[in-house]
């Protein structure tokens, strides 16, 4: 998780040796392999998977403040949410499994 850690405080610019932040980092990156697994629909995700990890950390961390919105106009502005994981990390994940009876 430390290696996780480190990059996902470099991908936020933030000092990898500044430690005040970390247990909410590590929220992210649980929460964010957490809906990995539901998602892929397994118990445990290789290794291989950890930067797709450390992405949807990245992407929760910086919507943290729009969560449950679909779309947000201020003024002239506007921005719509991609709901659930994004495309393009649900792209690097592998297929979800499909579990059948019991």
Request: charge should be negative.
């Amino acid at each position: 998780m430390s290696d996780q850690l480190d990059l996902l405080k470099r991908l936020l610019s933030m000092d990898i040796s500044d430690n005040t932040l970390d247990d909410i980092l590590t929220h992210y990156l649980d929460k964010a392999r957490s809906n990995i697994l539901g998602y892929c629909n397994i118990d445990d995700l290789p290794s291989v998977y950890d930067s797709v990890v450390v992405d949807y950390a990245v992407y929760l961390y910086k919507n943290r403040d729009s969560v449950g919105f679909t779309q947000k106009q201020e003024g002239e502005r506007s921005a719509a949410y991609e709901p659930g994981i994004p495309s393009s990390i649900r792209l690097a994940l592998p297929l979800p499994k499909i579990k059948v009876g019991y």
